[in-house]
């Protein structure tokens, strides 16, 4: 394997401004960190963190440099054990074969309340791997399959050049302008999906689904969810059946289309030719399809 490593120690007191904090019965020694290395063009970027939120935005005015902002926080029973883990603790930036890979790693292992947030700026990436826990993770203006997993966090995905898939939990998703496929499954987080060109399949609980199709869609979408409305919106153009299901909710259809059945529990409808099934399930809760022309 082709490896150049960076470890950034947090003792390198000319990036770093720390602080303390206490976190129920555990103290928590916190510190910034900012780096920049050289950026390779068109190289994806695996970012694995805890307790922490992930940024990764495309800035094409930055040239031929990556811009990397950390907050890295490490708890202890004392003040003096937590500053120490502090000290201890190491961001590693690799490059492993063409690919920047990011992530912190604690003294002895990371303990309950140990955290990193990172900021990444960069002119391109494209492929993208960011794994954390009770984080958010925000992507915009990149390429590549983004693979996007998180715990109690939303996701964001904007300007997107390639298929993305986000599991997360209790966080809800947003995604818009996506030139590829969006495969998204959440728990207790609504779901809004704006301008997917490619495959869409949208699954979440106790939350609501909405999505806006753009004007080319061709390809088709699978929504589930239950306790949770579902709306979509699809062009009067677009290929195939539409059929929704709800135990208990209402059923509202507008705009254009070939009603094949209505029901309080559901629908068919027949827009453009060809194409193929598309599904908006539910519980006890509304489905609504707007046709627009």
């Known amino acids: ?76 029973s004392t003040l003096a054990e937590a500053q120490t883990r502090l000290d201890g603790t190491v961001l590693h930036i690799d490059r492993e074969d063409g690919r920047l890979v990011i992530h912190p790693e604690w003294p002895g292992g990371a303990q309950s309340n140990d955290g990193c947030n990172l900021r990444i700026r960069l002119p391109d990436a494209v492929g993208v791997t960011i794994t954390s826990s009770n984080g958010s993770i925000t992507i915009a203006g990149l390429a590549g399959t983004a693979d996007l997993t998180t715990s109690n966090g939303f996701v964001s995905v904007d300007q997107h050049d390639g298929d993305v898939i986000i599991v997360t939990a209790n966080g809800s998703v947003g995604c818009s302008t996506v030139t590829g496929s969006c495969d998204v499954r959440s728990s207790n987080g609504a779901l809004t999906l704006t301008d997917i060109t490619g495959p869409v399949v949208g699954r979440t609980n106790n939350a609501s689904i909405t999505l806006r199709l753009p004007d080319s869609a ?30 208990n909710g ?21 827009l453009g030719e060809g194409g193929q099934t598309s599904s908006m399930t539910t519980s006890n809760a509304s489905l609504r399809l707007d046709v627009v022309e």
């Open 1 to 76: 394997m082709n490896r150049v490593t960076r470890t950034v120690a947090l003792l390198l007191l000319i990036f770093i401004a720390g602080c303390t904090c206490c976190t129920g019965n555990r103290v928590t020694a916190k510190a910034d960190l900012h780096q920049t290395l050289d950026h390779q063009t068109g190289s994806p970027i695996d970012i694995r963190t805890r307790n922490g939120s992930v940024s990764v935005v495309a800035d094409p005015t930055l040239g031929d440099q990556v811009v990397i902002d950390a907050t890295i926080k490490a708890s202890g």
């Open 218 to 247: 061709a390809d088709s979408f699978r929504l589930k969810t239950s306790n949770g409305f579902i709306t979509a919106t699809a062009p009067a153009e677009f290929p195939g059946l539409i059929t929704g299901s709800t135990s």
């Open 250 to 270: 209402r059923v509202t259809i507008t705009g254009p289309g070939e009603i094949h059945s209505k029901s309080r529990n559901g629908f068919t409808v027949k």
